[in-house]
């Protein structure tokens, strides 16, 4: 995972709105009293666009649009987009927004929507599958025989392989989601600091 900020001063900005209208259900029967009609639902969905342009440092100029985004931005005022990715600054998305000019900023993404957007979530692996999915169908298959007044695999089996499973899982699995809280809290706060250095930055 890696950051990188691009900053420039707004050259010029605009806003609209799009309406998507779309409709589902409605229906026709007959009867022995005539023909029947159920109308379809219409729903509409506003999406406001705010496509703003700015130039860097270096003369480049670049757009982007914020979408549903209700974030004050005028021509003339500098501010600076940090975004996160796995490669580099073409390959990112945008987290948050500085407005040194107004010092406010407003965050886009979280340590839960990045870790979503980046594929970064834990996953089980070959071992953990091998031993939780056997230990899942156990437990289905002792319930079912218990409902139905059968006898399944046997109590002293079936503790066996929990104790098994409860050893493996305090040792393995645990400290893995523990981990994986502890950088999600990490990343937050790495994103507030890197917000708070742009402001510096500005000074």
Partial sequence: MTFFTRSGEVLSQSKHSETHISSSGGSASTDRHGARV?????????????????????????SFTLI???????????????FCGLKDENDGYRSALVN???????LFQNADSLIRLLDLGVKPSALEL???????????????????????FGLITWSIYLVAFSIYAYYKIIPKSKDHLKDRKNLNKHLETLVQQEYQNYK
Avoid at 38 to 62: A, M, Q, R, Y
Avoid at 68 to 82: A, T, V
Avoid at 100 to 106: A, D
């Fill in 100 to 106: 040194h000019s107004s010092k406010k900023h407003w």
């Fill in 130 to 152: 091998l031993i939780t999915i056997p230990f899942i169908l156990l437990t289905l298959y002792e319930i079912l025989m218990f409902l139905v007044g059968s006898k399944g």
């Fill in 38 to 62: 159920s109308g379809p639902t219409v729903s509409s969905d506003v999406v406001t666009k705010h496509e703003i342009w700015l130039k860097e440092e270096d003369g480049n100029e670049f």
């Fill in 68 to 82: 549903n985004e209700d974030i004050p931005i005028r021509e003339g005022q500098k501010i600076s987009l940090i």
